[in-house]
């Protein structure tokens, strides 16, 4: 039971990484209409970002779940760094083309690998890392649960939960949502309505990179930086957006929470005697993906038309 | 004729490189219903999209009052009062039909939920299915939709391409009846109609387009009374 | 679109064969003046084929058909795996079978695994048979990893004999080999040169059966029911068109190109391993077919030339670089800025596809525009 | 200089080439003989940390050479990526071999691509291959593709015997999905006679290993052994240490898990009693403290072994054409074993060794003993290689003796 | 009193040579019911006629019919053989084909090429004959190249044979859409609204196109709310009203029933 319990909390901690990243995507996805292969590479981005910032204001006094300010600081900059370099690059980049998505989904690609050229020419490729110290197991929950927690997860959990209910908050509580939606699907109906595209796309091209940003950071946090994290990840967290629902930001958390959780309840199955190793734990977390979108051939959250 | 409020002068337009429309002109008074018919692919829906931005005329120029907006962005023009209903594509399908009404009053400064309110009283076809994905609606409903969206801006100036395409003859009297009564609350409208003697019935002024040049215009009952104009456009009697 | 030029060529293509042709002179020339080696040169011939052969193959799933497959690799590593495990000496299940038995081996194969991967994937649409596809992709290349009594597993499969190295004369060469013409010896060539020129027959062979068969099958009514199953497989299926079974036969027909792929390179490299069934190779396709020209089978050989030529292309530009930034990146950062700069000129491909789906004989009675 | 951007330049007036696919490394004397060789590296993918670590031994091997001059002329090195894959890695070395038709090859990291690069470019030619990093078992059936690195078996039998004379009696054996992994992995598993109570493998590049982790630990493993990158040891270190398990059982670990930037990550304190087998030299050589303050002064941090094998690749290299006769493959591999075999007299430098040559050594009057061990190279190719023990103590590695391979 | 005795409430069946048979068919969205108990048979030979007001579920019955919706209860037959719950393509090859209302756009196709989609069962669908019998290939395409010219010049854009068939106005595509159907040669042929957004004057040229393929064995099942071109062609006429069928009749008849002018029609504009 308690070996269950805390495959359960080691997914949430890797599904929080993975909805942060898969979020921004399906924005991406929804409104700019393409698969976005630079993505993952953003991520990285905005955990370099952060690494370069924490070593400005790593020093800044007091601690918040173990994390000191100045983590929280340099997160912020991550994030706006990603942002103002995805909006950099859709300016200079992706608008000016003139081509169907596909031709952007491979465009993509080549801003991935430039990406990830200025970071590996700029870090090199050897493994980084905050200098924060590790903590350990919160010793209640040990105790208690005999669960290992470390204030570390909370903090992750907790500051993707943050993050996802204000983007929730902006989605819902103002027109942005509808007007983002309204883009996706008709963006010459939308500019007929009145609906400034341009700024909508750019609005939709920040709040993507800088949560793709937050996800990069946390998962340099959890485990540590290199200029290939995010490219790493990326196949997952595209599983989680289409597992969800492509275009739905909803649906992405969830398929993100899914995909998060079967990775890591891989080892369940051997607990629960399948002759199931490890080895093939992404495997087994594609299986079900196909079976899933068998059901629900438009993911989770689309419709079933 | 009264003022005009809108006027196409000379004006180049096309697709691409693929020219539609060739030095067309025409006027729309203040306060007056227009109607423009001719033969499929005469250019009639292009001569809408040139005034609402969507192309950019190549040569000539289109005015709203004594502004010249040829070229200016769709989301401005919205903006100073020109509402347009397109012929194909014209609802979001994925949102909800009051989502889709709510778009059209993204431009509005305030007293929206009032506009949509009355909007809802004036089509209950739509009240019944707020909620419902516009997708999922029937042919005809869509159109209802899309004309509701438009005037969800309470524009001076509307521009309609075939409001009454697909729509049963009793809906199709009602949106013609709408349109009479926007305009009786002071909207000159612009409609393009290929149920042309209705169209041309409830206007005051009507325009015959072929191949991209204006063939024919004049007092909407001059044109009905025309036997050549009928004969090669308006076919033998009222379609509904 | 509106110049159709059918059964002639457009400008585009004429100016796309000049500079082919130019750029063939022009290694012809480095080669003579010894700037280029021979064996290196062949040695790239059959990387671009069988990058050719990948595109092409992808091009009747994506091109002609809308599918979008990303299990490339996996395919390719078949076809690779396929005639590896029959013919290499260090295989664990058999080895020392003819290569030319082998070859159906591989294509066997792919063409269950097709079927298999294709049987629930197809149903999917778009983006979704996407992301499906690569799932099951790397299914395959995990099960290939791990199931080391088959297929030996990391460690890769070593031994691999030559194509053609049980064929009557073609098998017995000795080295280097004398070029004999009327007793006295005109040149000789290194066992690199005749292996490499060999492959790069053998890989002509397969390209150019591959091209002409394609091109039968695309402009025809066969390859018209697929086009408009890609743009609305709705539409397809009002018409009376069994879009599944046409998806089908074109997933199996492209897989098995790619297959063919993967079998040439078992005898080109002659070493494979699960390495060779990374996804970074499917990506590397799409970017072929991408860059080439979606739905043209010209486009799909093209660009799986480009995408060699950026590959190996890059090498050498990052030679002369005196730029303040190691070779590595700077090679990373010029691929991605030309795959940019295509897309940006070239929007629909280099050779995009300008000709109909018509059978183009029945359009030769001068009936034309 | 190296293809590692933050490497900087050599520094002192040699070869100001700045990029580099194919750099040539040369002094600045050019009036004799330039002898270029090839060096196919990971500088790109998944192993270019590795890569990378190369480029800075390579750097100063070649400055060591080149101040002293090799035969009569100078050294250069042909540099191409293999972007860490077999693909690349073929293509590459077939630029080397077949277009600039280098008679010897120094090529590469994964022991899988080194494999592919000889089957597909090297074999049945007489071109030399040295693999600088290659550790798999299976290269030793390849008696022409030498390597400096010890085979990995020697180093799954001595962490064997440590785990026997530590007393465990079980162990949980982790190890990475390649051809490294798997075969040191088997073995381990055939060497040691207690019980194996888990055996898996784990990817590359993953974000997260907690399932691996919770796994052993659900073993009452008294050991765990790994066999697995710097990366990804250093992450499930790290979450071990977050899971609470760090003390449930011995831990015990390959050459490539033990790294200065690994206990950096690591909490204080967490990897304490850890032991870790890694293919040495005598710390206390000279030659090699020579090299690490050289290589501190350089790149500000400590060589690891990996470094110390591509310095010594490239140095063999340059002895083998001091030694032979022409400068042609068959000539190269002739002697290329000799300058390294314990016959000779032993030289730790290259400079020493290359005066025993020019004084009219023959090639067996040479035993090279470099920076990184004895080398001295065998009828398959492989090194002697030297181990060491090392064990974390007080969040630092502390040797506790040598094994000889 | 006379006509209004010529209307059947309700569906008339049981006719002779039904080509298609919907029994009770129902289809309910969420707790919407778009069709609720539709019953309607199509006599060979006629053309038949679909009204009613919008919304009221004929697209629906043609979505049902044609087996792009799985019908929650009833059943679908096409000449005799009962097709329900069948693809779309099997339906098809039982010898009916449909129109879409909205028209579908076949990108990267020319006006041609779109039609020569159209043609049921050609030989150079399958791969082999490609290589085994190419002659007998070439001869089929030309003779639908042929086809298609014809049909697009009757429709008056034969000058757009060769354009891409996306770059068309609204009316055009609805033509392309309606000739594409036509080149299927089906026995039955279920047009919605083929002529919503074509100029009156086509429209009346359409409506002698139809009559003349109905003479050559056509059978047309026709949704269309123009009431000029649906009382000259059809004969009978079903109208449909909240999913199920109100009446089916004569046109002249149909046309003056109280039920029909209330639910459909309307009143006299004021
Ligand atoms: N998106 C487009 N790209 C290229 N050409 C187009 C496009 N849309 C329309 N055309 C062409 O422009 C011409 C005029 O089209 P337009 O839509 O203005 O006609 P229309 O008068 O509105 O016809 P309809 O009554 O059929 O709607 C037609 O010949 C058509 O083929
Ligand atoms: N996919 C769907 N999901 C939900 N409701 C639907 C769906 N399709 C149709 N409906 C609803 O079913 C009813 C019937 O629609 P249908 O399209 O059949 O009408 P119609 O008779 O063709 O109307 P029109 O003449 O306007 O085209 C409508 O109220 C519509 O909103
Ligand atoms: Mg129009
Ligand atoms: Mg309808």
Known sequence: MAQILQYLANGLVFSSIIILGSIGLSLVYSIADFANFAHGDTMTLGAYGALVAFGVFGGLGGTVLGLPIGFFIALAVGMALAAVVAVLTHILVYKPLDTDSIGLLITSIGVAFVYRAVLQASFGTDFLQYDIRRSGPIPVLLDTLDVAVTQRDVAIIVSAAVLVVALHLLLQRTTLGRKMRATADNPDLARVSGIRTDRVILVMWVVGSALAAAGGVFLALYSQLDPRIGFNILLVVFAAVILGGIGSVYGAMLGGLLIGMLHELTPLLGDIGLPISNAYAPAVAFVIMVAVLLVRPRGIAGDMT | MTDPILTVDGVDSGYGEVQVLDDLSLTLGEGEIACLVGPNGAGKSTVLKTVFGMLEPWTGSVRLGDREIGGMAPEDIVRIGVGYVPQTENVFGSLTIDENLRMGGVARDGGLDEVVAELYDRFPILDDKRTANAKTLSGGQRQVLAFA???????????????????????????????????????????????????????????????????????????????????????????? | ??????????????????????????????????????????????????????????????????????????????????????????????????????????????????????????????????????????????????????????????????????????????????????????????????????????????????????????????????????????????????????????????????????????????????QDLQPITTFYVWVAVILGGTGSDRGAMLGGFTIVAIQQGTRFMTDTGALPIGAAPLRLMLVGLLIIFIVRLRPEGILPPERELIWPDSLGGGRNE | SGGAP???????????????????????????????????????????????????????????????????????????????????????????????????????????????????????????????????????????????????????????????????????????????????????????????????????????????????????????????????????????????????????????????????????????????????????????????????????????????????????????????????????????????????????????????????????????????????????????????????????YESAGFIEG | ????????????????????????????????????????????????????????????????????????????????????????????????????????????????????????????????????????????????????????????????????????SGGQMKLVELARGMMAEPDLLLLDEPVAGVNPVLADKLAGFIEELNEEGITFLIIEHDMNFIMRLADPIIVLNQGSVLVEGPPEAVRSDERVIDAYLGGPSE
């Open chain 5, 1 to 168: 009193m006379s006509e209004q005795s010529l209307v059947s409430d309700g569906p008339i069946l049981g006719k002779e040579d039904p080509v298609l048979r919907a029994e009770g068919l129902e289809k309910r969205f969420g707790g919407l019911v778009a069709t609720d108990d539709a019953s309607i048979e199509v006599e060979r030979g006629t053309i038949t006629g679909l009204i009613g007001p919008n919304g009221a579920g004929k697209s629906t019955l043609f979505n049902l019919v044609s087996g792009f919706y799985e019908p929650d209860a009833g059943s679908v037959a096409v000449n005799g053989v009962d097709v329900t719950g069948k693809k779309p393509h099997q339906i098809a090859d039982q010898g009916m084909i449909r129109t879409f209302q909205t028209p579908r756009k076949p990108e990267g196709m020319t006006v041609r090429e779109a039609l020569l989609v159209g043609p049921h069962n050609q030989t150079g669908e399958s791969i082999i004959p490609l290589f085994t019998s190419p002659d007998t290939v070439e001869q089929e395409e030309r003779r639908s190249l042929e086809q298609a010219q014809q049909m697009l010049e009757r429709f008056e854009i034969g000058d757009l044979a060769t354009q891409p068939a996306t770059d068309l």
């Open chain 4, 6 to 396: 933050e490497d900087g330049d050599g520094g002192d007036g040699d070869g100001g080439d700045g990029g580099d696919g194919e750099s040539t490394d040369s002094s600045t004397d050019s009036s004799s003989e330039t002898y270029t060789i090839g060096m196919v590296d990971s500088l790109s993918g998944s192993l270019s940390a590795f890569g990378q670590r190369n480029q800075r031994g390579k750097e100063i091997a070649l400055d060591d050479i080149n101040s002293v001059g090799v035969g009569g002329g100078e050294l250069a090195i042909s540099q191409e990526d293999d972007q860490s894959t077999s693909q690349g890695g073929v293509s590459a070395a077939q630029t080397l071999v077949n277009q600039e038709e280098v008679p010897l090859l120094i090529g590469t990291v994964g022991s899988g691509v080194s494999t592919a690069i000889h089957e597909s470019v090297v074999q049945n030619t007489d071109v030399v291959q040295i693999s600088q990093n290659s550790t798999s078992p299976n290269l030793t059936n390849f008696p022409d593709l030498l390597r400096m690195p010890p085979a990995g078996k020697a180093q799954a039998e001595a962490i064997s015997t440590l785990l026997d004379e530590d007393d465990n009696e079980s162990a949980a054996l982790a190890w990475i999905n390649n051809d490294y992994g798997q075969s040191v992995g088997e073995a381990f598993v055939d060497a040691f006679d207690g019980e194996i109570v888990y055996n898996e493998p784990h990817d590359q590049g993953q974000s997260s290993y907690s399932s691996t982790i919770s796994s052993m630990a659900d073993t009452d493993a008294d050991a765990w052994v790994f066999i697995t990158y710097q990366p990804e040891f250093a992450t499930m270190s790290q979450e071990a240490f977050d899971l609470g398990v760090t003390d449930q059982a011995a831990w015990y670990g390959g050459d490539s898990v033990k790294g200065p930037k690994v206990l950096e990550s690591a909490p204080e304190g967490s990897l304490n009693g850890m032991k870790a087998v890694v293919p040495s030299v005598p710390q206390d050589a000279e030659n090699y403290q020579g090299f690490v303050s050289e290589f501190e002064e350089r790149f500000g941090e400590e060589p690891t072994s990996w470094s110390a094998y591509a310095y010594d690749a490239v140095v063999v290299s340059a002895l083998a054409i001091e030694a032979a006769d022409e400068f042609t493959g068959a000539a190269l591999s002739e002697v290329v074993r000799d300058v390294t075999r314990p016959e000779g007299e032993e030289a730790t430098t290259y400079a020493d060794a290359h005066e025993i040559l020019a004084n009219g050594g023959s090639p067996s009057d040479v035993d090279y003993t470099g920076v990184s061990g004895p080398i001295d190279l065998d009828e398959n190719g492989d090194p002697v290689g030297l181990l060491q023990v090392f064990e974390v103590v007080d969040h630092a």
């Open chain 3, 1 to 274: 679109m509106s110049t159709l030029d059918v059964g002639g060529y457009s400008p585009r293509e004429k100016g796309v064969a000049g500079l082919l042709g130019a750029l063939a002179a022009l290694l012809l020339l480095a080669v003579i003046t010894g700037f280029l080696a021979p064996a290196y040169l062949l040695y790239l011939v059959g990387l671009s084929a069988m990058y050719m052969l990948l595109s092409m193959g992808l091009n009747v799933q994506w091109g002609y058909g809308g599918m979008i497959n990303f299990s490339v690799a996996a395919f390719f590593g078949l076809g690779a795996y396929g005639t590896a495990l029959l013919t290499a000496s260090g295989s664990p299940i058999s080895g020392g079978v003819s290569p030319i038995v082998a070859l159906f081996g591989g294509l066997g194969l792919a063409a269950v695994l097709a079927v298999i991967i294709g049987y629930p994937t197809l149903k999917l649409r778009d983006d979704y048979l996407a992301i499906a596809s690569l799932g099951l992709a790397e299914v395959v290349r995990i099960f290939i990893l791990n199931e080391s009594q088959w297929t030996a597993g990391s460690a890769g499969l070593t031994g691999i004999p030559l194509f053609f190295s049980d064929w009557p004369v073609l098998g017995d060469l000795t080295y280097p080999y004398v070029f004999n013409v009327g007793g006295t010896s005109l040149f000789y060539m290194s066992q690199s040169v005749v292996t490499s020129a060999l492959n790069v027959v053998l890989v002509t062979v397969i390209v150019a059966a591959v091209y002409l068969f394609l091109r039968r099958i695309h402009q025809s009514p066969w390859g018209r029911v697929l086009r408009t199953i890609r743009t609305d497989e709705d539409l397809a299926e009002t018409l009376g068109k069994n879009t599944f079974a046409f998806k089908m036969q074109a997933f199996v027909i492209g897989s098995l190109i790619m297959a063919l792929a993967g079998v040439f390179y078992s005898h080109l490299v002659l070493f494979v391993s699960p």
């Open chain 2, 149 to 240: 969206r438009a005037l969800v801006m309470e524009p001076d100036v509307l521009l309609i391409d075939e409001p009454s395409a697909g729509l049963a003859p009793n809906t199709a009297k009602e949106v013609f009846d709408d349109v009479e009564t926007v305009n009786e609350l002071g909207t000159s409208i612009l409609m393009v109609e290929q149920n042309a003697r209705e169209g041309l019935g409830i206007s005051d002024r009507g325009f015959v387009l072929d191949q991209g040049t204006v063939k024919f215009e004049g007092e909407a009952d001059s044109l009905l009374d025309d036997p050549e104009v009928s004969r090669l456009y308006l076919g033998g009697e009222s379609r509904r």
